[in-house]
Nanobody
Framework: QVQHVESGGGLVQAGGSLRLSCAAS?????????WGWSRQPPGKEREFVAA????????TYTDSVKGRFTISRDNAKNTVYLDMNRLKPEDTAVYYC?????????????????WGQGTQVTVSS
């Protein structure tokens, strides 16, 4: 059984930074796999934030976080990170990590079968 343990969420003032971590257990997501982060703002649908693939080296972000967020992964630790800088109130959401085998369609949330439980990020103005 795959479990993802997310951490690093919290309350931060606008302009601040947070680092989210997501560690997987039960399966190993190594060379030919992808990780993604999505978020669900209050009252809105879940949306794609960032994704990273091994093998191809692809990294992609949604436009609203480009230049502020950085996704990275540590295959040895089976962990993905999301460094969030210059946070804005509109970044407030529950953030979810996800993993899948393969490196195609990494921005498509429907392609990810393994999800974390979510961690709350709240940015105050």
């Amino acid at each position: 059984q795959v479990q993802h343990v997310e951490s690093g969420g919290g309350l931060v003032q606008a302009g601040g930074s947070l680092r989210l971590s997501c560690a997987a257990s039960g399966r190993t997501f190594g060379y030919y796999s992808s990780w993604g982060w999505s978020r669900q703002p209050p009252g809105k649908e879940r949306e794609f934030v960032a994704a990273i693939s091994s093998g191809t080296g692809d990294i992609t972000y949604t436009d609203s976080v480009k230049g502020r967020f950085t996704i990275s992964r540590d295959n040895a630790k089976n962990t993905v990170y999301l460094d969030m800088n210059r946070l804005k109130p509109e970044d407030t959401a529950v953030y979810y990590c996800a993993a899948k085998y393969g490196t195609s369609q990494i921005t498509n949330r429907q392609q990810y079968p393994y999800w974390g439980q979510g961690t709350q990020v709240t940015v105050s103005s």
